[in-house]
Structure formats: C-alpha cells, structure tokens
C-alpha cells in the first residue's frame, strides 16, 4: 500500500472515531475485504491468503490510528522506552525447550529458568533440576515468589539490591498519553469483541448481519472505496470458480481417534490418496481443525454423514457445515489475536489496556466480562484458537500483580464450570484453559488469597461434587466394573482438580502470614477436603471368600490412582495445619469426629482376659466381615495427633474441651480400630487366609507397602498405633491388638491342651504365622521411632535410617537408591547430602554406573525386620549382611539396633515392654520354645521374642543412664525367669541357629547388671563386643574340633584327586596329544599355529614361502548341529560359517546431506532403486566408498546340508507362528533369509562356504624345470599392448562376434578394439610371451567345476552359489541373481573388499595388531570370506568373467577409458583385478574358445602374477596420494620448506610431474621435504588390507613384527613391504621396469583430462566416527528445541532426534513428517537411515534421553544414552532431571557397534529380550 493509499485510510479512520462510528466502521471494513483476501480454492486444506496483505489492509491502519502516525517501522519504540524495568525475564518457553530448576532454592518444581537466565545465576553451582518444557510457560527469573533466594540473574538483578519494582495496571497506563489511551479504548475492545463472537459460533449459527458479504452489507459504510482498492496492487477479486465455494465441511481434531483411524476415513470419504490424507490428518492434529471439502451445501452434507458414518467407534469425528464466508472470518479472527498479543508485546501501558478491555462487559458478551466469556467458551474453541487465546491471558494478566490476582479470583470462581466442561471435553488437559492453573495458583501470594476469599473452597467442592456422583448406597466412592468407560475417563480427567490443589498448597505460610480470613478459608477448604476423604474412607472393601474362589477380579486400580493423588495433598494439608496451632486443633477436632462417626456402627464390645488382665475390645473379626484398605480420615488424624501432642494443645471434638492427649486416650480404642484391622488383614493374607479372593486384594496389599503409597498408608498405621500405645494402658493396648489378631487362645497356657479342629493342620499354621506377624507388628510399634515429633529425630535421621536400610540389601545406584525411596524423601533437597554421609560412592569403569556402598561404621544400624522390607527385601538383606559379617570374620548375629528416644510425648509406648501382658507372651514363648510345643511354637516367634527383650534391653540402658526409674523391664522379666530360661535354651543341641543371639541378650544383661554395681563402659560396646566373643569354652573346644577334622577331610580328597588325574594322564598320552587347542578369542593361536616364528616370510610372488603355508589340511572342524568332525577337503561335505550381510555406510566419505536433500525431494523411493543409488557400480567401486555389501559371522560352523534343513524348519516354524498370530512382527525375518545362529543366536542371513587356501605346498610357477616367471616389465608391456588401443569409430565385426563379446556397451567397445590389437605385430610379439605363459600356468587354466568332481565337490559348488545369490539379495533388495549376473559377482568381491577394510580399519581404530589381533569371529570370517571369493568364478559362466576383465584392466590401462581409476579405491579395484585377471583374452580366439558350458574356476593363489597387479595397484595408489596431498601444497604453497636430498629422487619427480598435470600450468611446484615419510603413512591402510587379504587366501604366515601392538605406519611399514614383497624405492622400480614408468606417465597425462580434476577424499581415510555432540545435554536440547527438522513450523509435540552419524536433526515418530519408501509410509528417522546408514540408523531422541536404533523399517530397539548424570546413569525421559554431560565411554560403546556393524544384532536381541518392542511399528520413527 503506498503513502497516499495509507494517508486516506488513516483519515477515514480518524473520521469515523470522531463520528463515534469506530467499531461500525472497523466491522465493516472487515465485513467487505475478509472474504476477497481469504478465498477457498480446489485444495481445501490450502486457502488462498497472504499474511502480508491481510495486515497491511486491516490491521496496519489500525495501529496507525492508535499511534496518530503514518510511520510503518519502530512506530512503539517511544512507548517502550517509557516502561519501568520490571527485572522480570517472562521468557515464554518453546516446545522442547530446556528449563531448570533449583532444588535448593526454587519455592516448587514449576519455578524454573531459561538457560539464558540460568547460565548467568548463581543457581548454576547449586543442585538443579533440567526438563524439556511441553511449551506454554515462563521463565521466572526475577520473581521473589517464586526463589527462596537469588530470584534474580545477574541480567535481571534490580540496581543496588532492591527488590523489583511492583507494577499495577494504573502504573502502567500513566505512562501512555491519553490520546493513545482513549483510542486503544475504542479499537481494543472492539477487535476483542470480533474475535470472540467470530472464534465461539459453531455449526448451525450464523453471522451477525454486519459481517455479511458486501453483496448484502452497506458498501457505504466502509473505509475504502473501490477506487482505492483497486490501486492496490495485491487486491484480487473473487473468480467465478471461487464463488460456487459457499460452504466448507470442517473436520475438527479430537483425541479419541487415532491417526490412521483419521487417514483411512478420509481416504474413503474424499477419494484421496494417503500422502493428502495424512496432509489433512497432520493439520487437524496440530490446528485443531482444517477445511476437508469446499462446495454446496449438499455436497458438503454428503462428505460429513460419510465421514460419521465411517468414525462411529468409539464415537464420530465431529464435523461441521459453515459458510466459507464464516470460515475466512474465524480465520481472520484467529489473526486479530495473534495482532492483539503482538501489540501487547509493545509496550506495558498497552497490556494494561487489554487487561481493562478483557476484565470490562461488552455488549456482545451480556453482563460477563469479556475474559470471563472466553473461559467459558474454551472447549467451543478448536486448538489454534485456544492456543492463542492462552498465549493472550498469560501474555497480559501475569505481568501486573493486580491484574494476576484479579485474573485469578475470576478463573477460581469460574472453576467448576471450567472443570465440568474439561470433563465433557475431548481435548488433552494442555490444550484446555485449566491448564493456565499452573501459571496462577503457584504464586503463593495468589493462594494466600484464593483462601482468603474462600475461593479454594469453591474449586475443591467441584471435586467434591464429582465424588458426590459415584458414590454407592453405603456413601463411599465405587469404581464397580458396571460403570461406563466415558464416566471412568471422566473421573480421570476429574483428578487434574487434585493436581491443581496441589499448587495452592505448595507454599507453607509462615506463623506471621496467618491472618483470621486465611484461617478461615483454609479451614473451610480443609473442610471439602473432608468431604472427599470420608467418602474414600473403607472403599473397595473385601470379605474373606473360604468356600470358593471370587468370580472375577474386582478394579482396584481407580481408588489406588485416587489414593496416590490425594497422598501428597494430605502431606501439604498436614504442613499448613501444623504451621498454626489454631487451625491444628480445629482440624484435629473435624477429623476426630469424622473417625469416630466412620465407626458408629460398632455397637457390640467384649471382654478378653490375657494373663489375668480384663479389657473390654470391640467386637469384630477381620477373617469373617468386610474390611477395606483405605482409611485416609485416621491416618491423617495420626500426622496431626503426633503434631499436637507436643504442643499441649486443647481440642473440642464433642462438646467438652479437653488436653489432646486426654482426648485421643478418650477414643484410642475406637482410633486405632481401622489402622489395626488393615495390619491384621496384611498378617493374614500372608497367611494365605485370603487366597481366595484374587489378586485384586494381594495387589492392594503390595502397594500398601510399596514406597509410592506406604507414607500415607502403612507408614500412618502404625503411627496412629503408637499414638494410642502412649495414651493407653499398655495392657489394654496388647489385649486389643491380641484379640484382633485371634490369638487370645494362643496366649493362654492351657492352648497346647485343647483339642484340634476339624482343619487342625490349617488351622496351626495360620496360627504360628499369625503369632510371628504379631510379635512382628509388636516391634514395629516400639521400634520404629524415625518420624518427627514421634521419636528425638530430625527429617535428615529418617532419610539416611531409609538409606542405610536400603544399602543393607545390596549396593545400588542412584537411581535404584531414589526408585526405592518414597517421593517425598527422594525429592528431599537434603538426600545427595545424606547419602555421601552414609555410603561411598564407587565407578568399577568410565563405561559403567556408579553405585554406593554403605559406610561400615554404619552397619551396626541395620535392623533385620525393618518394617519397609518386604519378604523378598528380608531375605535379601539378611543374606547380604552374613556374606558381608563373614568375609570380615564377625559371628553371623543381627541383634536388634538402639533405637532412637521417644519425645516426651510418645514415651510411655516403652512400658509395652514392661506390662504384664507382655512379660506373660515373652516368658510363654520362650518355655513352648524350651519344651517344643508343634502347635504352639515357630523359630519365627523364638527370634522375634528376642528381637523384643532386645528392645526392652536398650530402653532400660537408656533409663538407668537418663536415672528414671518408672521402668521395670529387668526386675519382672527375672522375677518371671526369663533370663534363666534363655540360658536353658543357650544350651541345647536345637539353638544352634539362634544361639548367638541368645548369648548377645544374655551378655547385655550380665553388662546391665554390672552396671548397677560398678557402672563400667558403655554397653553398646559390650554388645559389640559380645558378638565376637565365645564365653562357653567347651562350645566353642567343639566347634575348632569340626573345624580341624573338615580341613583333614578335605585334605584327603584332594589327594586322591590328584593320583586319578596323573593316572589317567599316563594311560591316554598319546590321545592327550592330539587334542587341539580350544578356539578362544586369543588370534595369536588361532592365526599362528605354528611354533616357532618365522622371520623375513614373503606372501607373493615367485619367491613366496609356500613351504610355510597353513593349509588347515590336518584340522578338525566340527558341525555344530550334526557334530560329525573332518577336515576341510574338497571333495568332502562342505562347511558353511553362519553369517550376516548388510549393505553398510560405514566408510563411506560420501556428502550425506546431498543424498538426503536428493532423495526427499521424490515423490516416492524405493528400496531398491535406493540400493542402487548408493552402491553405484561395484565394479569400480568410488574412493568415496558410498555403500558397499559388508559381510560379518559369529564363527560357528555347520555342514551345508545341515544348515540348509536348519533353516527349512526355521521357516516352517515362522510361517506357522505368523498365521497363528497374526503378525509377522518379530526379530527375524524369515522372508528376507533372516535366522539365528544354533549355537549362539546371533542375527544371520548367509552362509559361507569354507575352503582350504588356494594356495600349494609346491612352487607352482615352475612346471617341467625353467621358472616360467614373466618380468614386471614384460607382464606390464603385455597388458598395455593387449589393451592400450586407439579408437577407431570405423571398426566393424561379424554379427557373431558381437553377440559373443556382450550387450554392455563399454564391454561392446572395449572388446573391439582389443581385437584389433591381435592384428599389430608389435603388440602381439608382446602378448605372446605372457601368451605362452598362460597356456602351461596350471592355475590359469581353471578347474572344470562341473565334470571335475574328484576336486571339488558338488556341495561346495552350490555353497558357493548361494552364498553369492545371499549378497546379491541382500545388498540389491532383489530376490534373485538370474538377470544380473554380472552385478552378483561384482558385489561378492566388493563384499569382500569391503569387509576386509573395515576389519582393518577397526584394527587400526583399537590400535590392535594387524595379524595377531582378530577375534575368533573375525578371523573365520575373513578366512571363509576370501577364500570364498577366490572360488566365485566357479558359479558363473566365463562371458561375464570375461567381460569384467576386460572392463576392469581397460580403465586400468587406457587412458581413453570413460572411467578414470584415479578416483576408484584401489584395494576394491586391486581385488576385482586378482579375481578376474585369469580370465583375460590373451589371443583373438580366447575370446570364443572359453565360452562352453562347464563353469571354470582359475584361482587367484598369490603368484607372480598376483604380485605384478599388486606392484600396478601399489603404484596407482600412489597417485592418488598425491592427488590428496597436491591440493594442500597447490592452495597453501610453503616457500620456506627445505629442499633435502631425497633417497628417491624418481618419485619426487613423479610428485612434480603430478601437480603440473594437475593444476595445468608451469609453476614452481614446491614438493614437499618429507614426500616419503607422507606416502608411507597414507598408503600403510592399503598395504594392511593387502597383507590380510593374502594371509589369508595363501596361508602363508606373517613375521612377529606383524603380530606386534602399538604399531604406527612408520615402524610397519617396512615390514608389510617385505612381506608383501614391494620395493622400497620408486625409483628403482620404474628404472627397471620401463612399460610400468610409460602406464604412471600415462596415468598422470590422464589426471588434467575433461572432468578428471576433481579432488580425491583424503587418505587415508579418517575413522568412521559420530557427528560431535556437546558436552552439556541442554545444549542439545536447547538446539532441537530452535530446530527440531519438522516439516511443520507449529507443531508443538515435536518428538526431535539426531543421527549420531551426521548429526542431522529429525522429526521422530510423527505424523508430520512422512516419506513413502516401498509404497509405505515412514517416519523420518525410518527414511533417513535408509539413506544415510542404508537401512540401520543409531538416533538420540532428544526429550527422551534415550538412543533408538532402527534396522530397516520393521524393526527397532532402545538403548541408554551416552549423556549421563555425575553418578553415571542415563536418565530416560528426564525424570530425575540432574544435569547431564556427555560420557565418551558410553558413545565409545554405541560407536564400537556402529563400526563393528552390530547394530542389527543388538537390535534383534532387544527385540527377543523384550516382547514389547515388537508391538511398536517401528516404521512410524
């Protein structure tokens, strides 16, 4: 729009805000150019718009207006300077973004920082928490609500240390001139008003009439005319096409359907492909909802009855008929918004405006504020809406105190009605406006007063009413399985009001922040919180099933998630109780009468005698009524009632005020009931009296000792317990917890007397195991004393008690340690802290987790029935305690630890121990015990009696210590005998197993008693000292007697022993003999069989050493199926080695990125065009090496036969498992060759055949007397003269020869124009001496594999065969050979080649010896690899050999070749030259005689041949060294370099020539001084692949020196040289060798030819290593969270993952990002793999932590990340949230895998390990 368009708009504008016609002018102007500039078109989910245009007609003049300026850029740079600095940072958080949080400073876990914020606070040295943000929040750097301490960065820190300046909305409207003020007034809420009524309307309600298309509204009253708008270049009137689009069929986004569920309707509905429907899917999940079909009415009414009728399970897609017209408007309004927050983000006096525009009535909304009105047509709203409605409310009201808590009370009073809607809702809880509950109720000055102004009460009573609704006819909550599933997930959703309580409670108020409205709201809320928990008191109750077993499991798990939810929110209600006496007693006074009221119907009491003492006890037994787990009004009563009593408070429950202690003894009975009842239910199903009713109740029950729940449950049980034990008769306490348990006849004398039971064995046993639970919970009650106010402990005490106990069970890691560890101990901030007190913390290596190990001072603390063990935790401990007592030589006693004291107020629970009742039980126990009575005595009782006189034993220390004497333990406990009963039982043959223990009680009282006389040392140190003394000299005479005959027994046998071995040693000395060395990983033995070393060894060549050869003629192999055993013969059965084939990516140099952005630009790929993308030709395999076949094995061998009928039957076996599963998923797959190996499972696919080496013990090239050796010279000038040819377009053959020669059209003219080179005498004088070499070189005249079968069997033949057939399939994505021949061999060599270089690169990698390093899997796999390649030609016919030959050596010698062999790898091109040499044409006949039926096989065997291609090759790499040095020398030439006299002058001129040729021009090339020393360490990689590849196929070992570690290409090279029988200088090789100096010379020539410059990779190459990672974690996430590499720019549950191999960053496991591959749909990582990796990927998923690794598209697995914490454990999905750095050992590992290719192995194991990855579709990664 130009100035003069703006001018008369800005005028208009003006006008009609003077008129008082604003808002009419602005909906009008709307009304007329929204739907010309949002038009539909033929692609509904593409509306033609652009943002550009929009803003400049109908949002730019606007702002102009509100400014009174014409001027477009940095028009509210004056307004922002006059802010106030608020030293807020209000950072809004991206998706994925990384946050932190300060465990030692920040008020609560939602308090967090921006990593800017963080990086400059001093939060960073302290211990924080990192996440992932979902999106949404702010960063709360400089908020003093939200920080204990340092609230501020030193960014954000407010001048000379005040606090931030406290900014209202008044304040910042005062800094707005009022003409801005009073036109913000007028265009603010109007621009509100239209996006409100434009955003709620829904199907079936219309437009207003002022925003009617311009045909039906008044032209008149808009702000432009047509004159004008037609100047506007980007004004464009609807088209005729554009006009029959009248309505539009919305599908809106839900999340009950899935992704496919969404495709596959519309592919139906809309006659759609997949790629469009998931385009339409994709948006309506990231915006809530797209266009799906513009047209008539009745078109559009077709597309939606069919989409609902389609999606009708669970429920239909919701779809919607609106006028288009209605649509660009909602689209435009959605944009209107997102203006509004921008201009929000303008200054503070505009968002003050908008709060005041939001918090004001409008006429469209009645008499609701505007913000009021759009909370509560949230959920009429689709997601983008929502979104940016949210962004606006956050974006405004959280900046100004005011208007946050004004904001606040609205949202709170709107709750319920918010809630019931979120319940109704079909979207997640982050797209709901509840969801804003975290921003407000956190602040703590917030919920201070939403109590205040009893609003807290009006959200909780939401909840409440909820309850109200599934309440069965007893008032309790019910979760019968008659329920609907939509009333269940309603219940669900529900729950959220729980979280968002929880907020409010986060912040204790401290004592002078208590005001009479906050006590009076938080007693109200605490009252609605009541509510709920009597409503949850004695659900999901159970009774006793004795007849039969339960019909069907009852659903437990709904009053466990209710139970789980509510569990944190009593601990808060218990801390704001417990932080004012006042609002303590009064809710110790509800809770009291609501625990007495949940027992009015016990009506019935009875009287029960134990030991004389009468008590009355309430009449109920837990084996026979209902019973239920949850009780969560007593157990709250119990943390308050321990709060109270050392307060001295007084309470009021009924009507008569009294002392809390005298009020709790008042109803101790009654409050200890339900507490007691549940312990006595877990002693009995322990007893197996519940087994009957299902696991339902065992599950309850494991959970109610489980550290998630046993806080709020088992923990509080007991509490109550003591609580009652402190204000009762002790007798009366035990009378009541004996009858409870059923035991009152058990504890009278006279029960061993009275008759059986009809179930008398049952009956016994469930009774003796009801006594031991009851002596169990006796010494719970008056042991365990670690809670605050119950015993003289601090929280610290219990945590490291907790610790202790747990690091008694074993050494654990971090994470095992906080796994174990309720959530609030192991969200303490204080943990780190303890555990370093009490544990060491010990790494075995850098690779490997840490873990602790308790301190030994700290092991005397260790009590042996600690009540959070379970029996497995028991069992454990105690095992690990003896080990732990035995290594260290200490008597294997665990007597029961001091405990710490009782307050003042829970002391008189020690006189349990001194009643009557208890020293009758302890005295009856220990004489059944003495007498052995079966019925009435266990060994479990006997420990734990003694365990309790232990206790009792170190409470009357601690009294005659203190000089108390109320406590008289001691005195009745001799009065009754029962020490002298002790030494009884000390003494007989039966104590032996608790006879230490004994002597420990035993000892302590003989210390107590002397103490009373002379008062000596402290008796803890007695104790300790008791348990490695033995005061009975003849026990212990008795026991050194066993010892000493043991020994001499033992002594004896292995004597005897020791004559049977050397005896059998003597009668089988020759069998011993022969017996081979076992196979072990040691590659000394297994490449080196021989004695002694052998020195100066040469592999090639005339002169090789073929006297020393390894033939493997007298080793034994076995079958590992079969175990028949034989040497490797030819003739006999043949072996195959299991093995895997990949295609691999490994060393590739290739650029990554290019054939990314290359083949996802396709519409579609396949695999197989992929494959041979990639692989190229494998003839001429590139030095960028892009892919290549890599063959691996785990060395297992089998015969043939035997490996062909194991796999038959392993296919037989899935094909049944795949019908009878349905499925095919699994971690093999059989369709694609896949198995395991029989004896080891590892992953295969092939087999190969193994073969004794080609080499022979005879030299054979000499036959008949001369050495018919050719020269190098001679062997040189006969190739280049057979096929250094000029061109001659002219040249013609017969039809016969054409048809002979080939159809490949550069083998087609190869082929002529050798023929032509049998016709020039010179050239043929040449060719016929090598000519006639050939025609008498036995090996070059092959073996006739067909009719030959006396050499070589059949069985070998089709080994061969089909392990080519294997490569070819597999590296191809081919199922058969039969139309490429001659790409199948050309891939077997390069399999070979291939995974030679890898292994030698590994070596080099580990810094491993070259041939005395191999693993066993390696060295049978290359000794079976190559020596299988040697034997291809067997499988072909020789016109493929032939054709390759000639290929091959044509660009090796013909400079006219299209190929140029300078940019080929030359170890690849080296082995394709070896294997197909023999196969040459060396006469015009050969080109025809060699073609018959029979295949052939001439056998590379390391001749002199052999050695003249290495020399060639050699020299040729050579070359390419050179290419890779000249351009550092060409572009960064060294002037001052030295120009030393050169041992090798040749090849420094050589070097010269090279760079001219290159750079094509005369300058001074200045050659580099250490020319040599560079050339010997750049080609020492291929001299090491050339030694291994003929170790292995002659056989010929290599020196010492070779087998040496730690050797660099300056120490072995010259060692390879002379093994490989290379020459040390250039020079002397091409002074006498003239044909090989004119090929170098013609190489070089070569090198400036048409498109030949380019510049080769590096070499050598560099190790294959992982794209670099940072070194902190958040960094990482921090770059995925900027660039997450989605498609969609929006989306916000972007799931990013990087390729640890180029450290590309991708779009994991979303629908968004999609790409076809094979006529399937995959996920981004699934694609790239196939590109980059060729089918196997290893990715880091970003806000998982966690590495995926894929192997094709069917099959993935998850491993640790290599990012860990200090304690060196990976944190999956973040949720301990410690900082995490880069451990080098754990990416060291993934990258052994990656380079050892064991990522599919690895990949497969997991699957097999666990069942559950297979039901991932791997595919959608």
Known sequence: MDAKARASLLQAIQKAYEEDKLEEKIRAHWAAHVPSLITPGPQPIKLQYDDDQLSALLLEPLEAFIMGTLEVDNKFDALKKNDIPTFLCNRSFRAGEPTYSCRDCAVDATCVLCIECFKQSTHKNHRYKISSSSGGGYCDCGDPEAWKKDCACSQHEPPDGAGPPSIDVDDAKKRLPRDIVRRCHAVIPCALSYAYQLLCLRDGEGLSDDLLSPKRSDKKLCFCNDAVISRWAFYRAKSEEEEGYEFATVLYNDETHTYEQVISTLCRTLECNHEEALEYATVVDHEGRSPVKFGSYADCERVKNFIERNSRRPQPLRVDIIPTLMYAHQVFALKVMNWIQKLADSCEGFKALICEACLQAVPITGEMPLVSALLLKDVRLWKAARGACHALFMATFLTFNDAKIEFSRLFARLYPQLMTAFISDDHEHSDSCTSLSVQLFTVPSVARTLFADKLVEVIIKSFVLICQSRRNDLGRLSFDRTTQPGNSTQFKRALYTLYDTRYLLNTVPTPDLWTPGLRKGFIGAFEQFLQIMIMMEGMDFHTRRTQSHIEYETDWEPAFNVQLRMGPLIDMLQSWCASDDKVLATCIEKLTVAAIDALSAVEKWEKKEVAGVICECIEYDVGSQAISIHHPVVRMLAGLVTSGLSRSLTVQPFNTRQALGDCVNSYARELMEFPLRTLVLVAQASAGMWRRNGYALANQIFFYQQP?????????????????????????????????????????????????????????????????????????????????????????????????????????????????????????????????????????????????????????????????????????????????????????????????????????????????????????????????????????????????????????????????????????????????????????????????????????????????????????????????????????????????????????????????????????????????????????????????????????????????????????????????????????????????????????????????????????????????????????????????????????????????????????????????????????????????????????????????????????????????????????????????????????????????????????????????????????????????????????????????????????????????????????????????????????????????????????????????????????????????????????????????????????????????????????????????????????????????????????????????????????????????????????????????????????????????????????????????????????????????????????????ALKAEGQTSESESADLMAYLGLPNSVTVLLDENPALNDLVHRWIFNVGGPGRSGKISSLPHPFPSFAPLPHDYTDVINRASQNSGCRVEADDRRSPAMCLVCGALLCSQSMCCQYKLDNQTVGACAFHAAICGAGTGIFLRVRENQVLMLHGTNKGCFGASPYVDAYGEPDPFLRRGNPLHLSVERLEQLHRHYMHHDVADEVSHAMDQNGTLAGFDWFHF
């Open 708 to 1600: 998630r729940c046993r806080e709020e449950m088992l923990d509080k049980d007991v509490l109550m317990m003591q609580a009652c034990a402190a204000v009762m008769k002790a007798d009366e306490f035990l009378i009541n917890i004996i009858n409870k348990f059923g035991l009152v006849h058990w504890a009278d004398e006279t029960f061993d007397a009275t008759p059986l039971r009809t179930d008398g064995d049952d009956s016994i046993r469930q009774t003796l195991y009801l006594a031991e639970e009851f002596f169990y919970c006796l010494m719970v009650f008056i042991g365990e004393r670690y809670y605050p106010g119950l015993g003289k402990v601090t929280e610290d005490d219990c945590l490291k008690n907790e610790i202790i106990h747990q690091l008694s069970i074993q050494n654990m890691s971090y994470s095992e340690l906080v796994k174990n560890l309720p959530e609030q101990e192991a969200k303490a901030s204080t943990l780190d802290d303890v555990v370093r007190d009490v544990a060491v913390f010990k790494r075995p290596s850098a690779a490997s987790k840490g873990y602790f190990e308790l301190k030994p001072e700290f092991t005397s603390h260790y009590n042996m029935f600690f009540y959070h063990y379970s029996r497995i935790e028991h069992s454990k401990a105690e095992d690990t305690q003896r080990k732990r007592k035995k290594k260290d030589g200490e008597e294997p006693v665990f007597p029961p630890p001091c405990p710490p004291e009782f307050t003042d107020a829970f002391r008189n629970v020690i006189h349990v121990m001194d009643c009557d009742v208890f020293i009758h039980l302890m005295n009856l126990t220990l004489r059944r015990a003495l007498s052995h009575h079966p019925r009435s005595f266990s060994e479990g009782q006997l420990v734990r009696v003694l365990f309790l006189i232990g206790y009792a034993l170190h409470e009357e220390k601690r009294a005659r210590d203190q000089q108390k004497t109320d406590y008289k333990f001691m005195d009745k406990a001799v009065d009754v005998g029962i020490f002298a009963t002790l030494r009884e039982l000390r003494n007989q043959k039966e104590s032996e197993a608790y006879r230490a223990l004994i002597e420990w009680i035993l000892q302590f009282y003989e210390t107590l008693t002397k103490v009373e006389e002379d008062k000596p040392a402290e008796p803890m140190d007695v104790a300790e000292n008791v348990v490695s003394t033995t005061p009975e000299p003849a026990a212990s005479d008795d026991i050194e007697e066993r010892r000493r005959r043991a020994a001499a027994r033992r002594d004896r046998i292995m004597q005897q022993m020791k004559q049977a071995q050397s005896s059998f040693a003597i009668q089988n000395v020759g069998e011993l003999q022969e017996i081979a060395l076992p196979d072990d990983h040691s590659a000394k033995a297994a490449v080196t069989p021989t004695a002694a070393p052998v020195e100066s060894l040469l592999v090639l060549g005339a002169e090789r050493n073929v006297q020393r050869a390894d033939l493997d003629l007298e080793e034994k192999l076995t079958c590992i199926l079969c175990s028949e055993s034989h040497v490797v013969n030819l003739t006999a059965d043949a072996f195959v080695a299991v093995a895997y084939v990949q295609r691999s990516t490994v060393l590739s140099q290739a650029d990554r990125k290019h054939l990314m952005d290359e083949f996802m630009d396709m519409p579609a790929v396949t695999v197989k065009d992929l494959c041979q993308k990639l692989m190229g030709n494998p003839l001429f395999m590139p030095d960028t090496m892009p892919c290549a076949p890599h063959v691996s094995s785990c060395g297992h061998l089998l015969h043939a036969k035997c490996w062909k009928t194991y796999f038959e039957s392993v296919v037989a076996r899935e094909r049944r498992r795949s019908i009878r599963l349905r499925t095919n998923a699994g971690s093999f797959d059989v369709t694609k060759n896949e198995f395991r190996c029989p004896l080891c499972s590892r992953l295969c696919n092939a087999a190969i055949p193994l073969f004794p080496p080609v080499g022979q013990k005879e030299n054979m090239d000499v036959v008949g007397g001369p050495l018919l050796v050719p020269s190098l010279n001679t062997f040189t000038a006969a190739l280049a003269a057979l096929l250094v040819v000029q061109h001659k377009p002219g040249i013609r053959v017969a039809s016969e020869d054409e048809a002979l020669i080939g159809t490949l059209d550069d083998a087609y003219q190869q082929a002529l124009a050798i023929r032509v080179n049998f016709k020039d005498p010179a050239k043929a004088a040449s060719i016929a001496k090598i000519r006639d070499i050939v025609a008498v070189t036995e090996r070059l005249q092959g073996i006739d594999v067909k009719n030959s079968t006396d050499v070589v069997s059949d069985a070998h033949v089709e080994a061969v065969r089909t392990f080519q057939n294997q490569v070819f399939q597999m590296s191809m994505n081919a199922s058969s050979p039969a139309q490429s021949e001659e790409l199948c061999i050309s891939l077997n060599w390069a399999a070979c080649s291939y995974s030679v270089q890898t292994i030698e690169m590994c070596l080099r990698y580990e810094n491993k010896s070259l041939l005395g390093s191999f693993s066993s899997r390696q060295y049978l796999c290359l000794k079976c690899l190559t020596r299988a390649s040697c034997w291809s030609s067997s499988a072909y016919e020789t016109k493929v050999l032939t054709e390759h030959a000639v290929k091959l050596f044509s660009a090796l010698f013909n400079p006219l070749s299209s190929r140029n062999v300078l940019d080929m790898d030359a170890f690849s091109l080296l082995i394709n030259c070896t294997h197909a040499f023999p196969w040459l044409p060396w006469s015009e006949e050969g080109f025809t005689a060699p073609y018959v039926d029979a295949p052939v096989c001439r056998l590379p065997v390391g001749d002199s041949f052999d050695h003249h291609l290495l020399v060639i090759v050699y020299l040729l790499h050579i070359l390419q060294v050179f290419k890779s040095v000249s351009y550092d020398i060409v572009e960064r030439s060294d002037s001052d370099a030295s120009h030393s006299s050169s041992k090798d002058p040749t090849l420094r001129k050589l070097y010269a020539a090279f760079v001219h040729r290159l750079s094509g021009s005369d300058v001074t090339v200045q050659v580099p001084p250490n020319l040599e020393r560079i050339i010997q360490e750049r080609t020492w990689p291929f001299l090491r692949c050339c030694a291994i590849f003929y170790h292995f196929i002659t056989g010929i070992p290599a020196s010492e």
